[in-house]
Nanobody, 127 residues
Framework: QLQLVESGGGLVQPGGSLTLSCAAS????????VGWFRRAPGTGREGVSC????????NYVDAVKGRFTISRDNAKNIVYLQMNDLKSEDTAVYYC????????????????????WGNGTPVTVSS
């Protein structure tokens, strides 16, 4: 089955850190832009961050700028989301998806349909 598999979520106190991983299963994402999204209880999908295929272009939603960092290791076929200074409002299920091809710069990634969605990894920020 072709999908992305998210991992690394968990329970963390406010101000803490987590690193999420997004691993491709059955295909390579080395030539695709990948986005991270989240869905908090009772809310709709929110785009969090995006990284271009080469890693040279990134984009973040304002709420996480300065706290989250997206990166990728194309040799390992994995995209990461380093989350620092976590807040209660970051509590959500986090998903990754392919949002564009080789030349996509991550502009307006939040509105992209996304492909190869995984089952998500839950992040709970609570004391």
């Amino acid at each position: 089955q072709l999908q992305l598999v998210e991992s690394g979520g968990g329970l963390v106190q406010p101000g803490g850190s987590l690193t999420l991983s997004c691993a491709a299963s059955g295909f390579t994402v080395a030539y695709d832009a990948v986005g991270w999204f989240r869905r908090a209880p009772g809310t709709g999908r929110e785009g969090v961050s995006c990284i271009s295929s080469s890693g040279t272009s990134t984009n973040y939603v304002d709420a996480v700028k300065g706290r989250f960092t997206i990166s990728r290791d194309n040799a390992k076929n994995i995209v990461y989301l380093q989350m620092n200074d976590l807040k209660s409002e970051d509590t959500a299920v986090y998903y990754c998806a392919v949002v564009g091809g080789t030349y996509y710069s991550c502009k307006d990634f939040e509105a992209r349909h996304g492909d190869y969605w995984g089952n998500g990894t839950p992040v709970t920020v609570s004391s």
